[in-house]
């Protein structure tokens, strides 16, 4: 493997691990605080609604961050990030939907929203970089 593909390799995975560290830092501190319920408690859909919010935002950061550090066709590896959320949200979502695990429309939103949130954090990373 030449140094270019492990430096896509990490600038995706760099990515990934923000948001999945980043999300659930956000999911602990809302638990404790109270505003979600105690775990294994289901979000009903106001406390659904705020988590997609804070993960569509933590997402496009986790984009741009790996655009940033790719080492060339940045859009690309956002788009990539987006490719593999959508895959890990689709079994997320045929894992959970029906099961009482709260609303069905929170799972399929994930798996749904990943590409076009990673393709703005992309987009931002381009914009403020003059990089196509």
Do not use: E
Request: charged residues 10%.
């Amino acid at each position: 493997m030449n140094k270019t593909t492990k430096r896509s390799i990490v600038a995706v995975v760099v990515g990934m691990l923000a948001i999945i560290v980043a999300t659930t830092a956000v999911d602990i501190a809302l638990h404790f605080a109270g505003f979600f319920p105690p775990l294994g408690v289901p979000l009903d859909n106001r406390q659904s609604l705020m988590a997609l919010s804070y993960r569509i935002v933590i997402s496009i950061a986790g984009a741009w961050l790996t655009a940033r550090l790719a080492p060339a066709r940045p859009m690309k590896h956002a788009l990539i990030l987006g490719a593999i959320g959508t895959v890990l949200g689709a079994m997320g979502a045929a894992a959970t939907v029906n099961k009482g695990l709260g609303p069905a429309w929170y799972p399929l939103s994930l798996a749904v929203l990943a590409v076009p949130q990673c393709w703005a954090g992309g987009r931002i990373f381009q914009a403020r970089h003059s990089v196509s």
